[in-house]
């Protein structure tokens, strides 16, 4: 928290005006009785203050819809469609930054997806501290994402009159250029940051019983537990769960072809493992037909398999699948209930044993 | 339309196919087409026997398909085997010589062939599985004397699904190659073994720890080939049993998600597996 800025409140609006210049501005507005991230102008379209956004930032890396390529069905045309646009993204919360260096893993490592990257590059993020849970299902402090991740950009804490901007970034520091309206920060304001920060942390509480280090090897020991026959019964394979994930990246592709019939475009959008079919090919075989089989693959590779491909869990403790499952299965009923029966077959064995 | 590249894989999108064109389809059985197919400006696919392609249409999507022709074989061309099972490869069959189809790859793993070298080898393809074994078969022929016994078990559901029935006589010719074929069910003219492909086991002996045994095929044929395979069969070592699996494998470069089995991506770690490798992944035999 050295070399910090401190811009006041009043003048975000002339900030943003100045970044809306040379940038597209995303930011958190109302939507009926929620939030969106969305396009904006200006400072009066947007809520700072927002608890979390419906759809999470990968909408802004990997849209729901995104052209991959553009052709001619008789001309021979085939051109890559790149989003490039310079882009701000204003308000995001440190979960939804984790977020992003999980999908990072998905499409930059191995073979790199220009499409992804293209967005990526362009992209920068002014992120905000979050001094409040945001909902009840959110377990971000178990997941170790309600700090910002090692890269960022710009990161604002609320200081009541003031934000107190942290630099992560050359690029964010650039952003901050030719705007008088910052100073540095004092020692005032580091003591007032400091006090804070320090009330924040126990205003979170934890939602988990299991130590999220351990979480892939109590999922290793329950593959066959008859927890997931259960949950299956009660999910309904509606995939809302990871279209809400901000880490989830599963995507089907699709050939589009205009009224002209002359010209299309082939594109991308969200697919999820919770439907019906997703493993499915061409043969007729299914490789995940039951519903408690895509369930339990998703916590599988959520906690287990992508802990051991990144070293990251594929969860920032958001809830927001919590959230949306309209037969509340939650991870932490799943992770909990695991652990619970862990704990109790152990205590069995440990008492049916003789000493 | 597309820059001059050197590499089939350098384009300016993952997802971007090069227009290749067909230069020769001809029927095999009643679903089966073969194609001979050049990329463009002369380029070499450079593929391992094993590997896969995306093919596309634009207008109507993208599908995996296996690489049927050996690297032996292929110079500037290749060749794919498809099955009209689908939107995609209807459309592939309604194509003639000449026309153009969008090609990614290769794609996969493909078979590790310099760790075969030295050793015989037993083919047990299954239907259409011949066809990606088949790219390994002409490989290991056309570098016949680096390999012991070649034998070859084939079977099909019906003698009018036999493919690549001109390559079998030949090999059948071949004093270096000992092929059996069978069908389940035979018409009046099949003259061969009637009855699946694990009846063919008890016509062979093998030497097992020097044997090589890849088996391609549907997921239920794997079940009861790898029995005959294992201990109580050949007695062929887990890791000395290769397989190629089938999976949903929709952008063939480890972004999709479609065809992960536990961590691993089958289009990237695969799809060609030793069945030592596999065995303890659940939901890839399953």
Redesign the interface.
């Known amino acids: 928290m050295k070399n910090s800025m401190v811009i006041s409140k009043t003048s975000m609006k002339a900030w943003i005006e100045h970044l809306g210049k040379d940038f597209r501005l995303i930011g958190p507005k109302p939507f009926q009785d929620r939030y969106v991230f969305g396009e904006f102008h200006d400072a009066a379209e947007i809520d700072l203050n927002y608890p979390a956004a419906m759809l999470p930032l990968k909408k802004i890396l990997l849209p729901q819809r995104e052209d991959?390529?553009a052709?001619?069905?008789t001309n021979?045309?085939?051109?890559?469609v790149?989003e490039n646009r310079p882009t701000i993204v204003l308000g995001a919360h440190t979960c939804d930054l984790h977020a992003i260096a999980s999908l990072d893993h998905?499409?930059l490592e191995?073979?790199?997806?220009?499409?992804y990257r293209s967005r990526r590059e362009h992209t920068l993020w002014i992120s905000l501290e979050c001094l409040e849970p945001c909902s009840e299902h959110a377990f971000c402090k178990d997941m170790g994402t309600l700090v910002t991740p090692d890269k960022f950009d710009l990161h604002l804490t609320d200081l009541g009159d003031d934000y107190v901007i942290d630099i992560g970034s050359e690029r964010g520091a650039a952003l901050l250029h030719g705007f008088d309206a910052v100073r540095e920060a004092g020692e005032d304001d580091y003591r007032q940051f400091d006090q804070v920060m320090s009330q924040k942390w126990s205003c979170f509480p934890y939602r988990l019983e299991v130590d999220f280090t351990d979480i892939p090897r109590l999922l290793a020991t329950n593959?066959r537990s008859v927890l997931w026959d259960e949950l299956g019964e009660r999910c309904l394979g509606c995939g809302a769960c990871t279209l809400v994930c901000p880490t989830c990246?599963?995507?089907?592709?699709?050939?589009e072809?205009d009224f002209s019939l002359h010209e299309?475009k082939?594109y991308?959008t969200w697919?999820s493992?919770q439907l019906n079919e997703?493993?499915?090919?061409?043969?007729g075989?299914d490789?995940?037909p039951s519903r408690a089989?895509r369930l339990r693959?998703r916590f599988?590779?959520k906690y287990?398999?992508?802990v051991?491909?990144s070293g990251l869990a594929a969860c920032v403790g958001c809830g927001r699948c919590a959230e949306a499952c309209i037969a509340n299965i939650t991870p932490m009923e799943v992770l909990n209930s695991l652990h619970r029966r862990r704990v109790a077959s152990a205590r069995h064995k440990q008492e049916a044993s003789p000493q | 339309?597309?820059a001059a590249q050197t590499s089939t894989l350098e384009?300016?999108?993952?997802?971007?196919?090069l227009?290749a064109r067909i230069l020769d389809m001809r029927p095999l059985t009643q679903l089966e087409k073969l194609y001979t197919i050049a990329l463009p400006e002369g380029m070499s696919l450079n593929h391992r026997p094993g590997q896969f392609v995306e093919v596309?249409l634009?207008?109507?999507?993208?599908?995996p398909i296996s690489i049927c022709s050996s690297p032996s074989q292929s110079g500037n061309t290749f060749q794919l085997c498809v099955?009209r099972?689908?939107e995609l490869?209807s459309a592939l069959h309604r194509l003639e010589p000449g026309d153009?189809i969008?090609i990614r790859g290769p794609f996969g793993n493909g078979f590790p062939i310099e760790r075969f070298r030295g050793k015989d080898m037993l083919f047990a393809p299954g239907g259409?599985g011949l066809a990606p074994a088949r790219s390994l078969i002409n490989q290991v022929l056309d570098e016949r004397g680096f390999f012991g016994r070649v034998i070859i078990l084939y079977g099909a559901r019906h003698p009018s699904e036999l493919l690549f029935t001109e390559e079998l006589s030949k090999w059948e010719k071949r004093d270096d190659v000992e092929l059996h074929v069978t069908v389940d069910r035979p018409d009046d003219n099949w003259k061969g073994n009637v009855g699946v492909i694990t009846t063919l086991f008890q016509k062979i002996q093998v030497d097992a720890p020097n044997t090589i045994a890849v088996t391609v095929g549907?997921?239920v044929m794997y079940r009861f080939v790898l029995v005959e395979l294992l201990g109580l069969g050949k007695g062929i070592r887990e890791g000395n049993i290769w397989l190629s699996l089938?999976?949903?494998m929709?952008?063939g470069?480890?972004?999709?998600?479609?065809?992960?089995?536990?961590?691993i991506y089958t289009c990237?770690d695969g799809p060609c597996f030793s069945y030592a490798q596999i065995r303890h992944v659940?939901?890839a035999l399953s």
């Open positions: 991959l390529i052709f001619g069905k021979g045309k085939a051109e890559p790149l998905a499409f191995g073979y790199i997806d220009q499409h593959y990246f599963c995507f089907n592709v699709i050939d072809v299309g082939r991308r697919d493992c997703f493993a499915l090919v061409a043969g075989h490789f995940r089989e693959h599988f590779h287990k398999n992508q051991a491909t | 339309m597309i384009t300016a999108s993952l997802y971007l196919p227009e596309s634009f207008g109507i999507g993208e599908a099955r099972v689908g490869t153009s969008g259409l549907p997921p089938e999976r949903r929709k952008c470069v480890g972004k999709c998600g479609h065809c992960q089995m536990n961590h990237l659940e939901e």
